[in-house]
């Protein structure tokens, strides 16, 4: 894939696994100068993050789990890791040295995902059953299955206003459920291999999911549309995680290729190959501010910062449509909210739309939300261009001319891509169908002498 030359993460500390377990699950814990590990034997541990090298602490007094742990998630003062013994532990109070954990027994298969809801309400979970399950978090009770899948569950989301699942599994699809009416709003069969990670990105506007064959998608909530799509993103080696960096703009992968790729959503493109793992990568997160992320192998856990850089600004989200961002005419005429005046002499910094300014003309200020508002009407399809072609036909013809070509190539690849899909259920259903007529041609009574 194509670079972005940008600088090198830098690895700040590095955390040594115990010896007599490996590690298979990691999580920062936000607000905390603290990662939370799972193991192979079904414990536990926590590790500070301040200077020095403290010895990590075993979560409890004996093992979490009587299987290894497979994934871990925390969210304000709830600590919750799931299991190949089917069953879910909540942790509370989990720096007590003998704090003990509430377990949850959902499911009578291997539980692979738990997920859970920013106000700590709701517990969701994905299992070798093939269903998602809801849980009160507050009455440890069952709230509702979400059934649909075909095969195991990998990966599982809830959206950061709860009103959204998404999940993905060995059936090769990705399903978006609403949560309240217990329902499937779509199923994504765009992926050709199994479903390893699901997230929710730019609030509950866009999802992303990771496979097995290497390859990263990226769908539009409201139009259901594949907006983005990453092939062979870490060459023929599976993707295990995926995290997106809290301002929206950037993916974060790791793979068994013993590599994190970092990528660069607005010029779709590889911003950075980081090595440093000697071992397959399982795990991957980024903390709340986005300076810093965390990955982890069999072995080591490593936490890296992330060298600062200019925030992402209005012109640089108005070049994915092809815009250059000294025409400053052009952008004010794309905007309907400055129509008819005046362009202002400074550049807009940091996503304000053209023409937000204050009173005094040498100071030009950030409208609120205005740089995610424009990322998520980006991803949701709503062709603000397209809208304003034939004001620009008069005054830039080439321009809108680029404009058109951009919008077409793009709508294009999403085709070929659905084409993909379709050829191969097509494909399938052939081959399903020559197997029955061979069955029933076996079972047909021989005729009569």
């Known amino acids: 894939p194509k670079t972005v030359s940008m600088a090198e993460p830098v690895p700040l500390r590095s955390l040594q696994g115990p010896p007599e377990g490996r590690l298979t699950a990691c ?12 193991s192979q034997d079904g414990s536990l541990l926590l590790w500070n993050l301040s200077p020095g090298r403290p010895r990590p602490v075993r979560l409890g007094t004996g093992r979490g789990h009587a299987g290894h742990v497979t994934c871990i998630k925390a969210v304000g003062q709830t600590l919750v890791s799931s299991s190949m013994d089917s069953t879910v532990s909540i942790w509370k109070n989990w720096e007590r040295s003998k704090a003990k954990p509430a377990t949850l027994k959902l499911h009578f298969s291997p539980v692979r995902c738990v997920d859970l809801s920013l106000d700590e309400q709701l517990l969701l979970t994905a299992s070798d059953d093939k269903t998602l399950k809801l849980s009160s978090l507050p009455g440890r009770r069952f709230v509702a ?3 649909g899948h075909s095969n195991w569950l990998r990966a599982a989301s809830l959206s950061p206003s709860a009103s959204r699942i998404m999940s993905g599994g060995d059936d090769q699809t990705v399903r978006l459920w609403d949560v309240e009416k217990k329902s499937c709003l779509q199923t994504f ?43 062979r993103a870490h060459g023929s080696s599976p993707i295990t995680q995926v995290a997106l960096h809290p301002r929206g703009d950037l993916i974060l992968s790791c793979a068994a290729d013993r590599q994190l790729r970092l990528w660069d959503l607005r010029a779709g493109k590889l911003r950075n190959s980081i090595l440093g793992h000697d071992r397959p990568i399982h795990s991957c997160s980024w903390d709340e501010s986005g300076e810093h992320f965390l990955s982890c ?10 060298p600062a850089e200019e925030s992402p600004t209005l012109e640089a989200f108005f070049g994915v449509f092809g815009l250059k961002a000294s025409d400053a005419a052009t952008l004010k005429a794309l905007d309907p909210a400055t129509r008819g005046q005046e362009t202002p002499s400074t550049v807009p910094r940091d996503g304000a739309a053209p023409g937000a300014c204050d009173e005094t003309p040498e100071k030009t200020l950030q409208k609120p939300g205005s740089l995610q508002k424009l990322l998520e009407a980006a991803w949701a399809g709503e062709q603000v261009l397209q809208s304003k072609v ?9 321009e809108a001319a680029a404009l058109m070509l951009e919008k077409m190539v793009t709508e294009m690849d999403v085709l070929t891509h659905l084409l993909e899909s379709i ?20 079972q047909a009574p021989a005729p009569e002498p």
Do not use: M
């Open 189 to 231: 069969y765009d992926s050709a291999s199994s479903i390893t990670c699901t997230k929710f990105g730019l609030g509950d506007s866009i999802i992303v999911a990771s496979s097995w064959d290497s390859s990263i998608n990226i769908w539009d909530v409201r139009s259901f549309q594949l907006r983005q799509h990453y092939g």
């Open 297 to 306: 192998d069999s072995e080591v856990v490593f936490y890296w910062s992330l």
């Open 27 to 38: 999580s920062l814990l936000p607000g905390r100068q603290q990662v939370a590990t799972g």
């Open 145 to 147: 299955s979400y059934l």
């Open 390 to 398: 034939s004001d620009l036909q008069e005054q830039n013809l080439p």
């Open 423 to 442: 050829e191969q259920r097509l494909a399938a259903s052939e081959a399903s169908t020559a197997e029955l007529r061979q069955l029933l041609a076996r």
